[in-house]
């Protein structure tokens, strides 16, 4: 694969790289951020017609399910120009149940947009995705939106911006009008009124409206103390002029961002157009740009390559630089090699879609790439411009752009494609564990090798759902993050593939265990019916398996004088084994025994390996039904993260569900952290329930802690 030499269009094409801004449009569910991204793209003109949510309109929400319930499901990226810069946007879903689709845009965003509903203001998953993008390091800045609302209130939004999230923020704008008479915001840096018609086209500047000067005036002051409390020039001027200029203010603003130092404020009403413009030119202003960025950094040895992910007998300069702890790293410069991160994975019956952020280098259509997780080379036959469910041809992309391209066949969620010649492998966006499961199967016989392959088709493109198969109960389980999850992957399994498949409650595997055995079991097998017959005779001491003995079975013989021979004491071993595959009780698997073949005696024509076997079998069978039994049912150690105020409901709840509580910590932020260990079948449905009763904030996690004593009436 070519790299590239400098030419004279070099500044020309950093120029156009500093000229992008790859966003994220972050929100709780119905603060209104598909209507922003809507609005966006119409001011854009990207779009000529307003699309509205509760229309079915929108350009983001194309899904049919995401028009049917009115919310975003699914990732959806677009592209727009504004005032001389590209925009690429990702309006990401608001429902807790698809945070891992949030996971793996921010992954690959350079800055985002936090909006947050006027009257509610910080809402769970609003604080959600604000953690999210914090942990990614991805600045932001913050719409207040909905300001047309009753009992919308901008200073009220940011104080729990303030108490809920621990940023510091600085609003830049005071809104003309309140509730239904809002039309339009106050420029604090420059003191103009931006206004709005009531079409939503925007009314020429003018000076601010007399009643609210001195509130400008006092708010613009608040603005100027803060900044130059935090950043140096500003305070330099500040304190030899007194005031702060819009220009140092803007400055100052840009690098606060950037660090996360604060976080800029804005409002305006989405829906009815008022306040978008200043949020594009924000977004253009104060959010970084690709080369703005750190250059991104090799997770680990790619294939063929060196422990900083470069080719056997190069160094790190040849393919991009190392950083100080030398690993190898890549900055946004078309001239260096290929270097993108696969994101999204789109895996359609009729084609495959590989959603993309190039950090460096420029890919050409019909070049060949190399997948550094799977150390295969792919052709990549198209490049395409993504409009959510459109797209647009290219030959080429360049480091900072976020594309889609057709060709790889093979490459997942969090592969690396990058320059052959210069192998790097770049961190994957990590997935969250599922927490809920349900029991999958087609309506009809026919369709179940299809639905297997529809269902390992929606897991390639969503790494956070989890396919398997019981090897116990048969049942073929879907595990995902909620709910919500899981019915939305399930319809469009039944849309996509027209497969009718039915969901039910997961059967929980139970056991059987030897709580008090038998000594000296007797018994005699023997069959005759013509030939050569079966004999074998056999005396078992059947007893619980000790506590601090391995597995789950457990065999011995004190059989002495050769009364039973020893090929015929590993049959007898193998038939206990066969034994134990169902219980007494219930037909389950039986755990916890311990058997010691104490005598026998053998027949010298019809004694074989398979009469012993069976004879074990067959006796054991017997001994344990002589035997005091029970059900164990699996468990699980449970770790809940909820708000302290929040604790006690929730170990109420645990308690009711048979939960056995080991510990509670007190975890940051106001939270508690609650360690259970809980049945496995009283968690079907937790997920639902902790959300309510925590108003979304509660979190938990689960992994297999053995098995318990089950209730009488379980089985």
Not at 302 to 308: E, K, S
Not at 328 to 333: E, G, H, L, P, S
Not at 360 to 384: C, F, M, N, S, Y
Not at 496 to 515: F, K, M, N, Q, Y
């Amino acid at each position: 694969m070519r790299t590239h030499t400098t030419t004279s269009s070099t500044v020309a094409t950093v120029a156009a790289i500093a000229a992008v801004r790859n966003l994220g449009i972050l929100a709780h569910v119905d603060a209104g951020k598909t209507t922003v991204t809507e609005r966006i793209l119409y001011l854009t003109g990207t779009t000529h017609k307003r699309g509205e949510v509760h229309d079915g309109t929108t350009v983001t929400d194309f899904d049919p399910q995401e028009r049917d319930r009115g919310i975003t499901i699914f990732a959806a990226a677009v592209s727009c120009a504004w005032a001389g810069h590209r925009i690429n946007l990702i309006d990401t879903p608001g429902h807790v149940d698809f945070a891992d689709e949030v996971e793996r845009s921010l992954r690959v965003l350079d800055g985002a947009v936090a909006v947050f509903d006027a009257v509610a203001g910080v809402e769970p998953q609003s604080e959600s995705v604000w953690r999210q993008a914090e942990r990614h390091g991805v600045p932001r800045i913050a719409f207040v939106n909905k300001l047309d609302r009753a009992g919308a209130d901008l200073d009220t939004a940011v104080a729990s911006i303030r108490e809920r999230l621990h940023p510091r923020p600085l609003a830049v704008q005071l809104p003309i009008g309140t509730e239904e008479s809002f039309t339009g915001v106050v420029d604090l840096l420059r003191l103009r009124a931006l206004t709005w018609h009531d079409d939503g086209t925007p009314a020429a500047e003018t000076a601010v409206p007399a009643h609210l000067a001195a509130e400008a005036a006092a708010r613009r002051r608040t603005l100027e103390e803060a900044v130059a409390e935090l950043n140096p020039e500003a305070l330099e001027e500040f304190c030899t002029h007194g005031t702060v200029t819009a220009a140092t203010l803007a400055t100052a603003l840009r690098e606060l961002t950037r660090t996360g130092e604060a976080v800029v404020v804005l409002c305006g009403s989405a829906y009815r157009n008022r306040g978008i413009e200043p949020l594009l030119d924000a977004a253009v202003a104060y959010l970084p740009s690709p080369l703005d960025v750190p250059p991104v950094r090799a997770a680990d040895t790619a294939p063929g390559g060196t422990p900083d992910g470069t080719p056997d007998g190069t160094s790190g300069a040849t393919s991009g630089g190392t950083g100080t702890d030398g690993v190898q790293q890549r900055t946004a410069d078309p001239q260096q090699p290929l270097t993108a991160l696969a994101f999204k994975v789109v895996a359609a019956p009729t084609g495959r879609l590989t959603y993309l952020r190039l950090y460096a280098g420029t890919l050409h259509k019909g070049a060949t790439v190399l997948d550094t997780t799977t150390g295969r080379t792919e052709r990549v036959a198209r490049i395409l411009r993504v409009m959510a469910d459109r797209h647009s041809e290219t030959d080429h992309a360049r480091a900072g752009d976020i594309v889609a391209v057709i060709g790889p066949k093979t490459a997942r969620v969090g592969a690396t494609l990058c320059d052959p010649d210069h192998p790097i492998r770049l961190e994957a966006p990590v997935s969250a564990e599922p927490v809920v499961t349900v029991a999958v199967e087609a309506r009809r016989a026919t369709d179940t090798d299809k639905l297997a392959a529809a269902l390992a088709r929606l897991a390639e493109e969503d790494p956070s759902l989890r396919l398997a198969t019981d090897p116990e109960t048969g049942q073929r389980t879907l595990s995902g993050l909620g709910e919500l999850h899981l019915e939305v992957a399930v319809e469009k399994v039944r849309r996509d593939s027209g497969i009718e498949a039915v969901t039910g409650r997961p059967t929980v595997a139970l056991r059987e265990a030897l709580v008090e055995g038998v000594d000296g079991f007797v018994y005699r097998h023997a069959k005759q019916d013509g030939g050569a017959g079966q004999f074998a005779h056999l005396v078992l001491d059947v007893r619980p398996l000790a506590d601090d003995a391995d597995g789950e079975f457990a065999f011995a013989s004190t059989v002495t004088g050769g009364r039973v021979p020893r090929e015929y004491v590993q049959a007898v071993e193998a038939g206990c084994r066969d034994a134990l595959a169902e219980g007494p009780l219930g037909g389950h698997p039986v755990t916890g025994v311990a058997v010691t073949l104490t005598d026998g005696a053998t027949h010298p024509k019809d004694s074989s390996e398979l009469a012993f076997r069976t004879a074990a079998r067959l006796g054991l069978r017997e001994a344990l039904r002589a035997s005091r039994m029970r059900l164990l049912e699996p468990v699980a150690e449970v770790t809940v993260t909820v708000p302290e105020d929040a604790l006690g409901t929730v170990l109420g709840d645990l308690a009711a569900r048979r939960g056995h509580v080991r510990a509670t910590t007190a975890g940051h932020g106001g939270t508690a952290r609650v360690s259970a260990l809980v049945p496995l079948a009283e968690l079907f449905g937790y997920a639902g329930r902790l959300r309510g009763r925590t108003q979304g904030r509660g979190t938990f996690t689960t992994r297999p802690a053995g098995y318990a004593p089950a209730p009488a009436s379980a089985g």
